[in-house]
């Protein structure tokens, strides 16, 4: 393939995979990227940009980490260790953990200081 070819074949292959990016099962825009294995310079498929550069990370970090780390292995791995702790939580909640009412709960309060200060200094005036 040439340079040249590769807007058709971007098209062509999502037009073939319905439009719908393999990593994130989500429609694809106009923002895609033709996804290929560096290696060995083989065509896989049309991602979404961001999912492209999420796949580039972590194939990046598996080569440069050293240590024996295959990247495949390493989501594998990733994935059942996510879907474990999810069926079995720990209990345990790490220290600055806020639940989104206790976050929603500061701004406000946050902004109530904000205002009542900037009352006092327009008073001050």
Known sequence: MTASQL??????L?????GV?????LAMSEDTVVDHDHST??????????CNACLGK??????????????KEF???TLEYLV???????????PTYKTEAEKRDARNRKAR???????QEQEAV
């Not at 990016?21 to 099962?25: F, G, V």
């Not at 194939?59 to 990247?71: A, L, P, T, Y």
Request: include cysteine; aromatic fraction near 6%; proline fraction near 5%.
């Open 21 to 25: 990016c393999p990593l994130c099962k």
């Open 7 to 12: 807007k058709p074949t971007r098209l062509k």
């Open 58 to 71: 972590i194939e990046n970090w598996s080569n440069r980490i050293g240590r024996g780390v295959d990247g």
């Open 75 to 77: 989501l594998r791995n």
């Open 14 to 18: 999502a037009k073939e995979q319905g």
């Open 113 to 119: 200081l904000n205002r009542r200060k900037a009352k």
């Open 84 to 94: 474990f702790h999810e069926a079995n939580p720990s209990g345990l909640k790490y």
């Open 41 to 50: 310079g083989d065509v896989r498929a049309v991602l979404c940009r961001w």
